[in-house]
Structure formats: C-alpha cells, structure tokens
C-alpha cells in the first residue's frame, strides 16, 4: 500500500511540473497617447494581422457583413477605415465621405462603441509619429461628433508607426499605412 502512495504521490507531483510548463513570454507594454501604459497580453511581434500581410487592402468591412460584430481582428463590420496623406491629419473629402458613411452605420446602430486607432508610416521619430497618430485619431473624432455620433461612444489611440498594414518601404506601402481604423470598443 506504500508503494502505491508513494507512485500516486510521484505521478502527482510530474503532472503538476509538466503542467506548469515553461514560463509565459511577458505581455507587451504600449504607452497610449497620454503617456499611460496600457498592457497587452498578445506579444507585440505576433499581433495577427498587422506587418503579415493577412490583412486585405481592402477597406474593413464592405458592408458584406452581417450586424455590427467585430471581425476577427477586432475591426467591426460596416465601419471602413479613412487614409491620410504624408505628414498631414486633415480629412480629405473621400475621408468625410467614408466618416459621413460610417456615422450612418453608428447611428444605425445605438449600441456600438468604437476605438478610432491612428496609424503612421515609418517615416520621422516614435514621437512624432505617437503625436501624429493620436492628432489623426482626434480629427477623426471630431468630425464624427460634428456629425452626430455622442463623443462617449467613441474613444481614441495613438500606435503610431507600430502596427503597419504593409511593411513595405515603398510610397505603396507608406500610403496603406498613413491611416485611421475603427475596431470595437465593447
């Protein structure tokens, strides 16, 4: 009877110690526009869909989908993401027209809170671009309240030059990146 404590005890203790395993990879830290830290639990080299190519050139959401739920990598359905020229965080008029379009989808659906992410290409510092992207996020903001969309349903960040579309380095590749996404905020 010892002898089989003693194997029970043995096995105990190797499927505790196999089910451990080897320690966890440490969760990515992004620092937000306002300078506070913001934990991801993805590591930064492996977030699915930005710098691999799996995301489309494609606007997100060609109002193919159904509702308003968010699509695999957080984008939500029948909100399209607007592009920006070089250095630059005014809204073209094809901007406001897709804005214009994507308030009609909000208004259409009371429910959804959305996070407007501001992207930049490589080009110029982290700082910078931090700054960029947060300006081009706001504007985006702005122009969505200024059409009727509460400010409390929609809140903003900054990645920068962090999470590229296309890890080109070609004026191709910059111009995908120099952009504004919608994703859910739920």
């Keep these: 009877m010892k002898k089989h404590t003693m194997r029970l005890l043995l096995s105990l203790t ?55 739920g968010a699509m695999g990598d957080g984008s939500v359905y029948g909100l399209n993401r607007i592009y920006f020229e070089f250095d630059q965080f005014t809204l073209s008029a094809e901007a406001r027209d897709i804005l214009a379009s994507n308030v009609a989808y909000m208004k259409a659906n009371p429910g959804l809170r959305v996070r407007i992410e501001g992207h930049c290409d490589e080009r110029g510092s982290d700082e910078y671009n931090l700054a960029l992207g947060e300006r081009r996020a706001s504007a985006t903001k702005s122009y ?27 004026d191709s590749a910059w111009s995908k990146n120099r952009r504004a996404e919608f994703k859910d905020a739920r």
């Excluded at 492996?46 to 308003?68: E, M, W």
């Excluded at 030059?161 to 070609?170: A, C, F, Q, V």
């Design 144 to 170: 969505m309240v200024s059409l009727g969309i509460e400010p409390s349903r929609l809140s903003i960040i900054s990645y920068g030059e962090e999470m590229p579309l296309d890890p080109g380095n070609s």
């Design 14 to 68: 190797l499927i505790a110690a196999l089910m451990s395993g080897c320690a966890k990879k440490p969760a990515s830290v992004v620092v937000d526009p306002m300078g506070a830290p913001v934990v991801s639990t993805m590591p930064s080299d492996s977030v699915a869909g930005y710098g691999d190519g799996s995301i489309s050139d494609q606007a997100v959401g060609d109002r193919s989908g159904y509702g308003s």
